[in-house]
């Protein structure tokens, strides 16, 4: 067993690690207080191969690995959650999918331009009824010849505004119900294809949630992935990637929290010397550090798996929900360390204990990762 990076996983995240305090780090505010997508970023992500990380180069991705990606989730992450999940979700929801399941022809045309970062990617699987019940859609797709037409309103699209691709899932047999989700592929630019509202969110402030609205759009069927009828499994194969990223996401914010009170404590003086010289401090740091610690391993674990074609589903929800509960955890713990400062909006921890609540909802919530996971132990 070896724990230690490769020379190229090292590689990448020496530039991972400068892009983020170099580029990302100084936006990181203006992106939380003005709910800013930072669009700046994305040529600079693209130009990094920050797009498409497992993406074979054959079809315009780095051709890295999926731990290279998790590495790029954490670095991005720790200098701005709401960076680190429009990576994602270009990586892990859009990418992911037409990789494992597309047609050449699709990988050709919709995948090489995401992977490459000329083109942005959402995933619209969410409704304003629908979240963890994820089969329940109510948005409609009814064949008409070689066409498809849907109707419906989907929810909370990271990306949403600023993707130029799609991928939607719809009902297109209720009477199969979960067998009768298709998923398709569509361009922004598609007539009955529009952008709903923006929300206005706790965290991952600039991540340009949205609701996607689609009202008599008409979708070739060439456009459908995975064939029909089989997209709640291409959704849920791709959330079992997707919680990947998202354990990276948790793991990055709550490295961040981390190092923010070890570095306060070591400055911050009272009854006579650093904070860090008490007891109770110490143990905060221990916990955290044990737990930021537990969460890479996990976290990385599942991203090995999946890069060795292992059952990387089950091991992905451990990641996920114990990588998300200990950002929250620690961010927790990072605010009481930097007392009342750590509540003022002028430190940064208020912002990471913020963004890490995410990570134990979107890509299934902390209940859905352990039903996946109670199942998983069950069966064995
Ligand atoms: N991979 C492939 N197929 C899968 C699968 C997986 N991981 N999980 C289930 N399936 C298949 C099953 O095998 C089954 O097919 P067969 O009968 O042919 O075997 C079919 O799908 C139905 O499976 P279940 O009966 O297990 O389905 P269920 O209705 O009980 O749902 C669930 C299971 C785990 C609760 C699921 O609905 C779920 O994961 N819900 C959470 C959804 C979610 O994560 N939403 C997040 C939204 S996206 C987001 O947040 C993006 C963002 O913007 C960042």
């Known amino acids: 067993m070896n724990f230690d990076l490769t020379e190229t996983q090292q590689m990448i995240q020496d530039t991972a690690r400068a892009f983020a305090q170099k580029d990302v780090q100084p936006l990181a505010r203006k992106v939380d207080r003005e709910h800013y997508f930072p669009v700046e970023l994305l040529p600079k992500m693209a130009e990094l191969g920050l797009m498409g990380v497992y993406v074979p180069e054959q079809w315009g991705g780095t051709g890295l690995d999926v731990v290279s990606y998790s590495i790029v989730m954490e670095e991005v992450s720790a200098a701005c959650a709401t960076a680190g999940v429009i990576i994602s979700a270009n990586n892990s929801l859009v990418c992911d999918p037409i990789l494992r399941m597309g047609t050449d022809e699709q990988r050709e045309k919709w995948l090489r331009p995401l992977a490459r970062g000329e083109k942005l990617g959402c995933f619209c699987l969410s409704e304003p009824g629908t979240g963890s019940d994820a089969a329940n859609q109510a948005t409609r797709a009814v064949r008409k010849g070689d066409d498809w037409v849907l109707n419906g309103t989907k929810n909370w699209i990271t990306n949403g505004p600023f ?104 400055e911050r003086k009272a009854f006579g010397g650093p904070i860090s010289q008490f007891q109770a401090i110490q143990f905060y740091l221990a916990d955290m550090s044990t737990r930021l610690d537990a969460a890479r391993l996990l976290t990385q674990r599942a991203a090995h798996a999946k890069d060795t074609g292992g059952n990387y589903g089950p091991l992905a929800a451990r990641a996920k929900v114990f990588a998300s509960e200990a950002a929250n955890w620690i961010a927790t713990k990072a605010i009481q360390v930097h007392g009342g400062n750590g509540f003022s909006r002028e430190y940064e921890v208020e912002r990471h204990f913020r963004d890490a609540k995410i990570t134990e909802i979107y890509e299934g919530t902390s209940e859905i990762q352990r039903v996946v996971i109670a199942r998983d132990v069950l069966r064995g």
Do not use: H, W
């Open 163 to 266: 993707a130029q691709t799609a991928l939607v899932f719809a009902m297109s047999d209720a009477d199969k119900g979960v067998k009768g989700i298709t998923a398709f592929l569509i361009d922004k630019d598609t007539p009955g294809y529009s952008i709903g509202a923006i929300e206005d969110k706790l965290g991952i402030c600039g991540s340009g949630t949205c609701q996607i609205i689609l009202e008599d759009c008409v979708v070739p069927n060439e456009n459908v992935l995975a064939g029909e009828n089989n997209g709640f499994k291409v959704a849920m194969s791709t959330l079992d990637g997707g919680r990947i990223g998202i354990a990276s996401q948790a793991v990055g914010i709550g490295r961040a929290a981390f190092e923010a009170a070890r570095d306060y404590s070591k």
